[in-house]
């Protein structure tokens, strides 16, 4: 018995955090045959003091960077899976919905 218990305590991939992005990864890795991964969160299953909690929440892919936005595309592309799979609408896209127009105002500091 004590030997079964110390094998259930060897994990590949431990992920620090089971917020959004952790449980991402742990999804991510486990959906790519990664074995045995455990998630360590800090704090209850449902919660108000994660990053990404709230209404103002956004996901970006307007970045200097060509690889961040590579990133967020890809991103994008697997929430559409693990909405797929689950059935359920979990990433909605405000820019599929509304009409933004930028506008620019300069405002001289100096008279």
Known sequence: MRQNLCQAMIYEVIVIGAGVEGSATGYYLTSRGTKNVLLLEQFDAIHTRGSSHGG??????????????????????????IEERSGKK??????????????????????
């Open 56 to 81: 103002s929440r956004i996901a970006a892919d307007t970045y200097r960077q060509q690889f961040y936005v590579d990133m967020m595309h890809k991103g994008y592309k697997m929430w559409n899976e």
């Open 90 to 111: 979990l990433f909605i896209s405000l820019m599929h919905h509304i009409n933004i127009e930028l506008l620019t105002i300069s405002i001289s500091c100096y008279s």
